[in-house]
């Protein structure tokens, strides 16, 4: 059962930085997509960023500039650098992974953005 376990979630002043890190229960290399996701009360779950295998990255519109995707494979971890961030941001981020047609989530972390 492949497991994602996101951390590093909380409030920040707009403007701020955050990092979301989301570690995986199995090598990064036997994903073929990893990323993340977010979902605002009373929204849809959008597409924030996603990362390759090859590590090729592609990015939400409304984060493209503030926010980086990045990854380290020898801890099997996602990471979400979120800069100069807005109130907009505010939502609950989920990691997430795709192999062979199937969908992975992690149990999302709270993002906050107030001042």
């Known amino acids: 059962q492949v497991q994602l376990v996101e951390s590093g979630g909380g409030s920040v002043q707009p403007g701020g930085s955050l990092r979301l890190s989301c570690a995986a229960s199995e090598s990064i290399f036997d994903f073929n997509t990893r990323g993340w996701y977010r979902q605002a009360p009373g929204n849809e779950r959008d597409m924030v960023a996603l990362i390759g295998r090859e590590g090729g990255a592609n990015y939400a519109n409304a984060v493209r500039g503030r926010f980086s995707i990045s990854r380290d494979t020898t801890k099997n971890t996602l990471y979400l650098q979120m800069d100069s961030v807005k109130s907009e941001d505010t939502a609950v981020y989920f990691c997430?992974?795709?192999?062979?047609?199937?969908?992975?989530w992690g149990q999302g972390t709270q993002v906050t953005a107030s001042s």
């Open positions: 997430y992974a795709d192999r062979r047609l199937t969908r992975y």
